[in-house]
Nanobody, 128 residues
């Protein structure tokens, strides 16, 4: 049974930092393209970042230079670190996975929620 569980969300002041986590069970995260998305009510889900293996990462322009994503293979866990947070970063954040059959779909340019097939329940981030 494949499952993704996010945690670490909360409220933070502008300029602050938060570290989220996404624990995967039922499969090994290194064997998949892992993505982070966010969504605010009334808007489409937006791609934020992807990671393949432990080194290949890609970020949306809106978070580049502020967000970093890493993995702990031993814990099968992703860690998006969000720095210099802005009010416009407020959203529900989701982790997701897709097969590694398309490198393009695992880049910021090709990132689309429609191509990811396993999702966590989300964790809320509020920046004020």
């Amino acid at each position: 049974h494949v499952q993704l569980v996010e945690s670490g969300g909360g409220s933070v002041q502008t300029g602050g930092s938060l570290t989220l986590s996404c624990v995967a069970s039922g499969y090994t995260v290194t064997a998949y393209c892992m993505g982070w998305f966010r969504q605010v009510p009334g808007k489409e889900r937006e791609g934020v970042a992807t990671i393949v293996g432990n080194k290949i990462t890609s970020y949306a322009d809106s978070v580049k230079g502020r967000f970093n994503i890493s993995k702990d293979d031993a814990k099968n866990t992703l860690y998006p670190v969000m720095n210099s947070l802005k009010p416009e970063d407020s959203a529900m954040y989701y982790c997701a996975s897709r097969p590694l059959d398309s490198s393009y779909l695992c880049t910021a340019a090709g990132l689309s929620p429609h191509s990811f097939d396993s999702w966590g329940q989300g964790t809320q981030v509020t920046v004020s």
